[in-house]
T-cell receptor, first 113, second 113 residues
Framework: KAGVTQTPRYLIKTRGQQVTLSCSPI?????VSWYQQTPGQGLQFLFE???????NKGNFPGRFSGRQFSNSRSEMNVSTLELGDSALYLC????????????FGPGTRLLVL | AQSVTQLDSQVPVFEEAPVELRCNYS??????LFWYVQYPNQGLQLLLK??????LVKGINGFEAEFNKSQTSFHLRKPSVHISDTAEYFC???????????FGGGTRLMVKP
């Protein structure tokens, strides 16, 4: 099976712009979670989508949003980018329950200038 | 709210020596516990997980971890490390039915020849 893929792998934006990141889960996985990784804050949970519905949400401002399509692919959007949004954004897919292993993609590295 | 503490941010160790990476968590409910490894410029890979049952869990690459409920710990061990084990290791917990992992701050394992 193909693993979790994320596009693009690298991205450079300027403050105030918006960005959309994409995640394709492992075939058959219905849950997609997003995480932000920074040197200062570590790994932080953004949100989880399951069967096209947001099931869990982390403590991030409303500028961060996401969605999931019927084929389980997911996108996350960050509007009005700030310098502090520079990070590695990881998505993970799983079958669905909290017991299941989450398989991580390689991440999208976003640099905001 | 749950939290995860990895007591050591860096652990230097010589090749073929044993190593223990410490992880403590706080949660008011039963949890699922995970250890992930991250190699440079890559996503996270699951080493092992504890769901229930035997408190000693064996994972990939010779790693094992022991769940201790009374001490709320889930320490990771390897009897003999290799240079290739140099990476960052993350402990994580999940206490709900969805996929919202709370991660510790990470431990950088540095194996020296």
């Amino acid at each position: 099976k193909a693993g979790v893929t994320q596009t693009p792998r690298y991205l450079i934006k300027t403050r105030g712009q918006q960005v959309t990141l994409s995640c394709s889960p492992i075939s058959g996985h219905r849950s997609v979670s997003w995480y932000q990784q920074t040197p200062g804050q570590g790994l932080q949970f953004l949100f989880e989508y399951f069967s096209e519905t947001q099931r869990n949400k982390g403590n991030f401002p409303g500028r961060f949003s996401g969605r999931q399509f019927s084929n389980s692919r997911s996108e996350m959007n960050v509007s009005t980018l700030e310098l502090g949004d520079s990070a590695l954004y990881l998505c993970a897919s799983s079958l669905g329950s909290g017991k299941e292993t989450q398989y991580f993609g390689p991440g999208t590295r976003l640099l905001v200038l | 709210a749950q939290s995860v503490t990895q007591l050591d941010s860096q652990v230097p160790v010589f090749e073929e020596a044993p190593v223990e990476l410490r992880c403590n968590y706080s949660s008011s409910v039963s949890v699922y516990l995970f250890w992930y490894v991250q190699y440079p410029n890559q996503g996270l890979q699951l080493l092992l997980k504890y769901l229930s049952g035997s408190t000693l869990v064996k994972g990939i690459n010779g790693f094992e971890a022991e769940f201790n409920k009374s001490q709320t710990s889930f320490h990771l061990r390897k009897p003999s490390v290799h240079i290739s084990d140099t990476a960052e290791y993350f402990c994580a917990v999940n206490d709900n039915a969805g996929n919202m992992l709370t991660f510790g701050g990470g431990t950088r394992l540095m194996v020296k020849p």
